[in-house]
């Protein structure tokens, strides 16, 4: 191995980071050096399905957050327990509301495909969906009031399955990939400019679904009390056998049940990352990985070569969706809880896409890299800060008016930490910390 043939490089990266985080173990806390670590690895998926549908196709999807969002919201609905309550009171016209939904649009692509043009199937398909629409609406506003009304502060929503939260990471993918084939079909024949504008309104369109119908996800009520698929930390300090262990580590039952939970995280989150980037570079080194990348460079050259351009975007822009998907969802297990409102764009596309760039597009061992590194500094930003302005104000004097106002700057930290991340790659790496071959 030696650097001219590029082995040698990513290996001492992927070092430094482990480093990094140990470093943070032994200064700070080696809790909170599984956290970020943790924190990391589902970055680090989410980073993967990106760089499938912009480093291998070229897609610019800036939908990342919305499709997350989609992906945590099946932890709510696999996980936690129907609200029997809820069902009896508005269930059944929400299932009728969806049928009659679902009977509307397939009347309506009925009338589209069957009936001759002219105004007789323009006025039919009008009367079809207005009558659809305010039909659901007849049968679906009773039932939403029935079940928002059944105790608001504790349920007021359907629930879930109640079944096992790791499934919910297989239907968030689906889910996802789902809804990646309907705004695909919708959006793929766009250019990528018009692509970026539709894929970021559907994502706000999502999130404010998500905020607004209680009877779903209880909005900006949240949903907290997720069930875990690790031991809860106070199981483990009432155990025998574990205290044992704590003791015969030199540590508290407390303190080492935080790092054992922690590292039961870290063994799930790192078998999805290893299976999907185990998966993402067989597909990457395979003909169609080699098909997808000539489509990327040159569309019209492939589309004259016979290739379908637009199908092969569909079906990258659905599996990285989906990626996207299964990584909402490991977050939404690990928070323990699904919050709405804090699905935000700069942390759920911006940061992402940053992680992609940084990394190196196109390259899966790139967008692992860049997931590790940049959310690494996003939350070692403001510590870092903070020490950095004490060591550069420790000759001022204690009530000195640019001191404080120095010390209270450090919490802003991260947003210059990233956007000076970005700027020192582009400029001295700029095809990422590890490009692609």
């Not at 299932?95 to 309506?108: E, N, P, S």
């Not at 690494?376 to 001191?403: C, H, K, N, Q």
């Amino acid at each position: 191995m030696n650097l001219t043939n590029g082995n040698l490089r990513p290996i001492l990266m992927f070092a430094a980071m482990a480093a990094a985080l140990a470093t943070v173990g032994v200064v700070q806390s080696w809790s909170l050096s599984l956290a970020i670590m943790n924190l990391c690895l589902i970055s680090a998926v989410m980073s993967l399905g990106v760089n499938i549908q912009w480093g291998y196709a070229g897609l610019f999807n800036v939908g990342v957050m919305g499709f997350a969002a989609l992906g945590g919201v099946c932890g709510v609905l696999i996980a936690t327990p129907p609200v029997m309550a809820a069902w009896r009171a508005g269930g059944n016209g929400i299932i009728i509301a969806l049928f009659i939904a679902l009977a509307t649009i397939l009347a309506a692509i009925f009338i589209m495909k069957r009936m001759p043009d002219g105004r007789l199937k323009k006025l039919t398909f009008t009367a079809v969906i207005v009558a659809g629409f305010f039909l659901g609406r007849a049968v679906f506003d009773p039932a939403v009031e029935s079940i928002e009304a059944i105790e608001p502060a504790k349920t007021g929503y359907l629930g879930g399955l109640g079944l096992p939260i790791l499934l919910s990471w297989v239907v968030g993918g689906l889910l996802a990939a789902a809804v990646a084939w309907v705004v695909g079909k919708i959006a793929l024949g766009l250019r990528s400019d018009y692509l970026a504008i539709a894929t970021l309104g559907i994502s706000e369109i999502i999130i404010a679904v998500l905020k607004n119908e209680d009877w779903l996800t209880r909005g900006v009520k949240n949903v907290s009390g997720l069930p875990r698929p690790v031991p809860y930390e106070i199981d483990l300090q009432q155990a025998l056998w574990f205290q044992e262990w704590a003791g015969y580590l030199g540590a508290t039952p407390v303190e080492f049940s935080s790092i054992f939970v922690k590292l039961c995280y870290a063994g799930l989150f790192t078998a999805v990352l290893l299976a999907v980037l185990w998966l993402s570079e067989r597909a990457l080194n395979s003909p169609w990985g080699r098909m997808m990348r000539a489509i990327r460079d040159n569309e019209v050259s492939a589309e004259a070569m016979g290739k379908n351009v637009t199908g092969r975007h569909l079906q990258v822009f659905i599996l990285g969706s989906a990626v996207i998907g299964i990584a909402g969802a490991m977050l939404t297990t690990l928070d323990g809880q699904f919050i709405p409102t804090s699905y935000q764009p700069l942390r759920f596309t911006f940061i992402i896409w940053v992680m992609v760039i940084v990394g190196g597009s196109g390259n899966n061992w790139g967008a692992v890299l860049g997931g590790f590194v940049i959310w690494f500094f996003w939350i070692e930003a403001e510590p870092i800060g903070l020490w950095l302005m004490d060591v550069l104000t420790s000759g001022m004097a204690e009530d000195s008016g640019l001191r404080k106002h120095l010390l209270n700057s450090a919490a802003h930290m991260r947003l210059m930490t990233m956007g000076l991340i970005l700027l020192l790659v582009l400029r001295f790496s700029p095809r990422g910390l590890i490009p692609e071959r």
